[in-house]
């Protein structure tokens, strides 16, 4: 099997889990955060999660929002894009970032360890600080 093939799609979010080092879980972006990644036969990738419910700015422009509007915003969402490359022997997808909401990750990168079953991918981090972020993903049809 081309486990290439296996990744390239649009997958939707099924849950996204934070698991402390003490066995804490905990839900970034609630238990209901939506967002989609979606990898491509070229080798690009692109994923952006938010917090289902954000406030609405004030003005309807997103250029002149409040101080607490654009905290709210950002602290909702979350995004990035650029390459990626696998690595099966290590069961390894490695993000080579090139644009992101997150300033400190543009030109770096992000590996996460991935499984496939039953139609979904399980996506998780290396251990950040004392945190490992776990992402269940749906392809979409």
Not at 14 to 31: C, I, L, M, N
Not at 85 to 112: E, L, M, Y
Not at 126 to 138: A, Y
């Amino acid at each position: 099997m081309d486990i290439a093939k296996e990744f390239i799609g649009v997958w939707s979010l099924v849950k996204w889990t934070a698991r402390e080092a003490d066995g804490r879980e905990s839900h970034p972006f609630g238990e209901d955060a939506i967002g989609q990644i979606l990898y491509d036969p070229n080798g690009n990738m692109m994923v952006e999660l938010m917090k289902r419910e954000r406030k609405l700015f004030a003005s309807g422009n997103f250029l002149q929002g409040t101080t607490e509007e654009i905290l709210s915003a950002y602290n909702g969402f979350f995004a990035y894009s650029g390459t990626y490359t696998i690595d099966t022997s290590a069961k390894a997808v490695t993000h080579h970032i090139q644009i992101s909401h997150f300033p400190n990750w543009v030109g770096h990168d992000q590996i996460r360890y991935y499984t496939f079953s039953d139609g979904q991918l399980r996506l998780s981090t290396p251990v950040i600080g004392t945190t490992q972020h776990e992402f269940l993903w749906q392809r979409k049809q």
